[in-house]
């Protein structure tokens, strides 16, 4: 089998959907398909069952998969170690989150981290969301995982990490609890918790804008340094606030209460670092997280894999 034929029969296999599969590995829904093919001719079995609804392994299909999906694990963290090694990536790796959700999936990418490169400390650590790149240009951290958008001239980064739908955090006495959905024109008749300064003032109003669509005010309440602040001031009736829909499962106590936003953008994550300090060993952690993310399901679903997969503690 050539690694490409691997790649995506463990997928589908996963997967268990051609769409999703082709989207994964970054090839097209027939390419997936004509693989597979070939791969069921040459072995002389079915390795799926296919109907307009389901997609099923076989038998044989389940026990390739048994074999060949750690075996190839352990070729890639091979080819990886010895990578490591020939371009002496070691050292220390100091990253940065505000959400527990975010570091929840950075503790689970530094497992896969740690089985390749074996020379690198990893240290991770929660960093106040009113000051989202204090440490990294102080050098307090190398890398931090932040919301986008990042428009700053001095920092760089990565691809999308998370992909959550935006939800709105409320009490659970709050008017809105008894929508079954909120709108950002709604937030007119709310109070929005915001963030403090020194956050930049285009992330601000990206997400707590000060007008609706149609041009009415949204009145702000006070502004919080840590996601958790949010929490007790809302239980306490000071206002809402905007945040993933991953605090659903992450934030979730007596009291409060979460409804989607109809025509709320996305919330979207992505590793950020200084333009002037990307090193080998930060290039390797982000190419891990990316790939890592990618085996989850991608960045829409990669949260919702890793509390399925039993660690959804937060």
């Known amino acids: 089998m050539e690694r490409q034929e691997i790649e995506i029969f463990l997928a589908l296999a996963e997967e268990l959907h051609f769409g999703r599969t082709a989207e994964r590995v970054g090839v097209s829904q027939s390419r997936v398909s004509q693989t597979i093919a070939r791969l069921e001719r040459r072995i002389g079995a079915r390795l799926f069952e296919r109907t307009s609804r389901h997609v099923t392994l076989t038998p044989i ?3 390739l998969r048994d074999e060949v999906g750690p075996a190839q ?3 890639d963290e091979a080819v990886a170690r010895a990578t490591a090694a020939g371009r002496g990536i070691t050292g220390t790796l100091r990253i940065g989150f505000s959400g527990a959700f ?3 999936l950075l503790h689970d990418i530094t497992e896969v981290f740690g089985d390749r490169y074996p020379g690198v400390e990893v240290l991770i650590r929660q960093v106040q969301i009113s000051d989202p790149y204090g440490p990294l240009r102080s050098g307090d951290i190398d890398l931090q995982v932040s919301e986008l958008p990042i428009q700053e001239a001095d920092l760089r980064s990565g691809p999308v990490l998370l992909s959550q739908e935006r939800v709105l955090l409320m009490s659970a006495d709050h008017p809105f609890a008894a929508r079954d959905v909120v709108s950002v024109e709604d937030l007119a008749e709310a109070t929005l918790l915001t963030v403090a300064r020194p956050v930049p003032a285009h992330w601000l109003d990206h997400h ?7 041009g009415r005010p949204i009145p702000h309440g006070q502004a919080i340094t840590h996601w958790e602040d949010a929490l007790s001031l ?4 000071k206002g809402v606030t905007p945040v993933s829909a991953a605090g ?9 209460v979460f409804r989607p936003f109809s025509d709320a953008p996305r919330i979207e994550y992505a590793f950020v670092w200084p333009a002037d300090h990307e090193t080998g060993r930060l290039r390797a952690f982000v190419n891990t997280a990316v790939e890592r993310v990618r085996g989850l399901g991608g960045p829409a679903r990669a949260l919702d894999r890793l509390w399925q997969s039993g660690g959804g503690t937060g």
């Open 248 to 256: 659903v499962r992450y934030y979730a106590r007596p009291g409060l």
């Open 234 to 237: 809302v239980l306490a009736g």
């Open 102 to 104: 975010t570091g929840h």
């Open 61 to 63: 299909g389940a026990r």
């Open 73 to 75: 694990r352990r070729i």
């Open 208 to 214: 707590f804008p000060r007008q609706t669509p149609s």
